[in-house]
């Protein structure tokens, strides 16, 4: 019988199978330079982008907002550490500032620091943060405090002050005895009582402390400056006892403006430092590592003091560094895996170690592709690898199934190599352009990141498969190229059935089941949902994803924030103000936040107290006379005392016994508190000097305010800015989308760290979307062209409808999701679906006899081991810490073992089906069946008869061996 002539594909994988075997050392000597130069030029040229911006193309408008106001405040979008106030907030204030003092002394990792708008910022316009009503309180109290202050300037002697704070309770004391007179006769004393509440009973030190609030209600609170003067006489001069008088200053008291000034979530409960990261050291660590340590060391120093570190350069750090960590452990796993499952079914080393070397040789054939086409990688395209090496190393492994299957059948190795390379190559040739068609769809979508991904993974896949069409057999060739082929097998004359065959006895009821079963679950379908909230990817217990979900649970805002640019300071504030009406916004923020309001009338009170505030001053040296200050001691405790039953709370009898302590130490050690008394007095002093230089200050403008707050809210440009916080789960997706609907009425372009990462997730999804329908397409059109047969394109996507469905069916059931992670599964899902259809179809359209079970040929083991390889690979993604990358491991390995099952029970049951119909119509000799008893044109003969080369051994028994002879 005459052999049909091939086809150019055949004839042109001919050429190659027989250029490896004749010229095998050249193949591999020009493979390896070309590798070689590959790694040299892509370890010169390759770049990799880490960037979100750069997955999307500059053509959205999205992107473009994004993109601009990045170049206008390059900074902003920086770092957050959160010190929790609870259980100490002085303790937390502490910390912060030790922090901060760190971060502004590494000018080479840290740009900036902003954490407070305190004194030393504002200059002497520090008290017109004040509200106008803590304003008109501070300026009675002062007011109302003068004429003790002065008193007591006059000889600041601790004797004085008890003398004052003794006068003041004589006149307390009569004055209650007036309000209770009053109230005998029916009179109400709330006029004595609204006396007292402003401080001009019980305690002078109301006066001088401003606590005037409540004097009568609850002596206890307004006590507090006298128990200070108290406790700093009775502590260890050596332990630096604080001033008594820093609640004089707004600036430096507790609950002050100073202690105001500093940055705080909006409930108060974490204070924030806001950092943007610098360039750091060429070649060094990463400055979010540098920051990292930074606040290790602080931590360690101040233990018990709650703080950690977010936003997104943080939150990107820690992604790339549990991304990096779980690709090394995915490697080794998939690796070690894959070797395993490629040695046990070949028994054998050398084979297996020859598809490595051509998959490790495709893959740096790939690298230089990509270099040179594309000159870099994405935070998406990085991880072509795992394609290529979950994938790649299915070519080699076919055909070393056939090679092998041919071998064990009598075959020289010329005529096995030719029958591998020819046959099986055609069918792994139209599989590579299934799953590069499958991978280039996203090139038609918006979204570059995924475009690029699938651009070198088509060509890289390409790059493998060649490789394994001409290193993979020009190894083989060398090692067998004096092997005498094995003992062909001699026939049995009465065959069993195997295992397999008795399984597949009855095809229709497997067909039956299986079409039932997947339509009975289609409901299932309905439940399947994407979920876009990118915080949920990654590892929960990393630092950043921690700290961003507690400013989320406990102060209800996120460290992210949307952006709105203005041209004037003006035009920002009317978007703020129409911002602030939005119920999905927290709070606003622009450069006019920062600018005092109510300032004519601030500076008019100012004025009129820095001039009643001028004649005030305080003598430099106090006399020490401890009589005097013995009889003040004993009369201040006498008064408490007899008083003590107009406080039940008890702060009067904690003074007086402090009072009494002091006493018993002036008598075992006179002169005990003159270092003391000339302290207080100093601090005094600096106290009145510093009221004086703060009264009188300039108004505040935008031009005057601290650089780095005009920094923050005016960019390089000019442009001004708007920050607009977000309420509640921003991170999720349906308030994430309401947040962006909402700040977009105000302002269409607004952008900021949510949006784009709202837009982000969007056009991803729905470029995978679109892809995977453009995939499906591409792929369905390419099987029918290369089939030729309707019926024979439905068969060979026979796996991919059925595992695809039941993968669908499966993830409800399992509570799975789509993210933006997993999403990466359906190219690869669709691509493995129709390649193991088309190899199984390719062997299947070449046996004579199509009734014979086709799992029993070389294609069902390599089938098998492919998908096995590919199931491992992504099952070694696992065990990660980062969720996203765990998540695409189970929807690839699962997807792929639900795909593998569709291939092994429901398409050789068809092909049973169909082969018993097909061989009852060859051998009725119908006219509707072709010569190869296929409906429909094949594109390739059932007979290959390869012809060994010349010059290359041949079969002793003078054969030419083809598939009949398997």
């Known amino acids: 019988m005459t052999t049909p002539a091939l086809p150019l594909r055949q004839r042109i994988f001919r050429a190659v199978a027989r250029f490896d075997v004749t010229h095998p050392w050249l193949v591999l000597m020009l493979s390896a330079i070309l590798a070689a130069l590959c790694v040299m030029y892509t370890k010169a040229r390759l770049q990799f982008q880490t960037g979100q911006d750069d997955l999307i193309s500059a053509n959205n408008r999205d992107s473009r907002d994004y993109l601009n106001y990045t170049k206008e405040f390059p900074d902003l979008d920086g770092l957050i550490v959160a010190v929790r106030t609870a259980p100490d907030r002085t303790r937390a204030e502490h910390f912060t500032d030790a922090l901060a003092a760190r971060l502004k002394a590494d000018h080479v990792n840290v740009k900036s620091v902003f954490y407070r708008v305190d004194r030393g910022m504002m200059g002497s316009g520090a008290l017109l943060y004040l509200s106008l009503d803590d304003l008109q309180q501070l300026d009675a109290r002062l007011t109302a405090s003068i004429p003790l202050i002065q008193a007591y300037g006059a000889d600041p002697a601790l004797a004085t002050l008890f003398a004052v704070v003794n006068a003041q309770l004589d006149r307390a004391a009569a004055g209650l005895r007036r309000g209770a007179d009053a109230q005998r006769a029916g009179t109400n004393p709330s006029a004595n009582l609204a006396m007292l509440g402003k401080g001009a009973a019980i305690n002078p030190s109301a006066n001088l402390a401003m606590l005037g609030k409540g004097a009568a209600i609850n002596p206890s609170a307004n006590l507090a400056m006298l128990d200070a003067v108290l406790a700093g006489m009775l502590a260890d001069p050596a332990s630096n006892p604080p001033s008594p008088w820093r609640a004089l200053n707004p600036q430096s008291a507790p609950g002050g403006a100073e202690h105001d000034g500093y940055l705080v979530s909006d409930n108060g409960k974490y204070l924030l430092i806001d950092i943007a990261p610098g360039d750091g050291v060429a070649n060094g660590p990463d400055p979010v590592a540098v920051i990292q340590a930074d606040l290790d060391a602080v931590r360690a120093q101040m233990p018990g003091v709650a703080a950690g570190m977010t936003g997104g350069p943080a939150l990107a750090y820690a992604e790339q560094s549990t991304t990096q960590h779980d690709m090394m452990l995915a490697s080794v796993l998939a690796i070690s895996s894959n070797i395993a499952l490629i040695v046990i079914p070949f028994r054998g080393l050398v084979e297996p170690l020859f598809a490595i070397i051509a998959l490790l040789t495709g893959v740096a054939w790939s690298f230089g592709f990509t270099t040179l086409a594309v000159g870099h990688l994405n935070l998406l395209s990085a991880v072509f690898t795992s394609v290529l090496a979950g994938i790649g190393i299915n070519f080699p492994i076919h055909l070393m199934a056939r090679y092998d299957e041919a071998r064990r059948n009598g075959a020289a190795m010329p005529a096995a190599v030719d029958l591998a390379v020819v046959n099986t190559g055609t069918g792994v040739f139209a599989s590579a352009c299934i799953m590069a068609l499958a991978f280039l769809m996203p090139m038609f979508t918006d979204f570059k990141g995924i475009a690029e991904l699938g651009l070198v993974s088509a060509a890289g896949l390409f790059m493998c498969l060649l490789s394994a069409m001409l290193v993979f057999p020009a190894l083989i060739a060398l090692r067998d190229r004096r092997r005498p082929p094995p003992v062909r097998p001699t026939l049995s004359l009465a065959p069993r059935r195997s295992t397999l065959e008795k399984l597949f006895a009855r095809p229709g009821l497997i067909v039956g089941i ?406 009852h119509t060859h051998e009725a000799g119908s006219p509707a069946a072709g010569a190869d008893g296929l409906i429909g044109p094949a594109l390739i003969p059932e007979v290959v008869s390869p012809e060994p080369p010349t010059n290359a051994p041949s079969d002793p028994a003078g054969r030419r061996t083809g598939t009949h002879d398997l």
């Open 514 to 919: 299986s079409v039932a079963a997947t339509a009975g679950a289609l409901f299932l379908i309905r439940d399947v949902h994407f979920d876009q909230n990118v915080l949920k990817l990654q590892a929960s217990g990393a630092e950043a994803v921690r700290y961003e979900n507690l400013l989320l649970r406990d102060s209800g805002r996120s460290s992210w924030f949307a952006v709105a640019l203005a041209p004037t300071a003006a035009a920002a504030d009317r978007k703020a103000a129409a911002f602030r009406k939005l119920p999905e916004v927290a709070g606003v923020q622009t450069l006019t936040t920062y600018i005092p309001t109510h300032q004519a009338q601030k500076l008019a009170l100012l004025a009129a107290l820095g001039r009643r505030l001028a004649p005030v001053s305080i003598r430099a040296t106090p006399s020490a006379n401890d009589g005097a200050l013995a009889r003040e001691l004993n009369g201040l405790a006498a008064r408490l005392n007899a008083m003590r039953q107009a406080d039940p709370a008890g702060g009067v009898l904690k003074t007086a016994a402090l009072a009494e302590d002091a006493i018993a130490r002036l008598k075992r050690q006179p002169g005990a508190f003159n270092a003391y008394q000339s302290a207080i007095a100093a601090s005094l002093g600096a106290e009145i000097d510093g009221l004086k230089a703060q009264i009188t200050p300039s108004p505040i403008t935008q031009t005057n305010l601290p650089r780095i707050l005009r920094e923050r809210f005016i960019g390089t440009g000019g442009s001004y800015l708007v920050q607009v916080y977000p309420k509640g789960q921003i991170w999720d997706d349906a308030p994430l989308k309401r947040f962006a609907d909402a700040v977009r009425t105000v302002d269409r372009d607004t952008t900021g760290p949510p949006l784009q990462t709202y837009n982000l997730a969007t056009v991803m999804r729905q470029g995978y979307e679109r892809a995977a329908l453009l995939a499906l397409i591409a792929v369905f059109i390419f099987v029918y062209a290369d089939f030729r047969s309707l019926r024979d394109t439905l068969l060979a996507t026979v796996p991919l409808l059925f595992g695809g469905a039941w993968l669908l069916e499966v993830m409800p059931l399992l509570g799975w999701e789509f993210n933006l992670a997993n999403l990466f599964a359906v190219p690869i899902i669709i691509g493995m679906g129709v390649d193991n259809g088309v190899n199984m179809l390719y062997r299947w359209r070449e046996e004579r006899d199509k009734s014979s079970l086709i799992l029993t040929r070389a294609v069902g083991k390599s089938v098998t081991i492919c998908s096995l390889t590919t199931i491992a690979a992504f099952a070694a993604l696992i065990p990660a810490t980062h969720r996203g990358i765990s998540s695409l491991g189970w929807v690839l390995s699962v997807g792929v073992s639900l795909i593998l099952a569709a291939t092994l029970i429901v398409l050789p049951a068809l092909f049973e089906l169909l082969g018993g119909r097909l061989a």
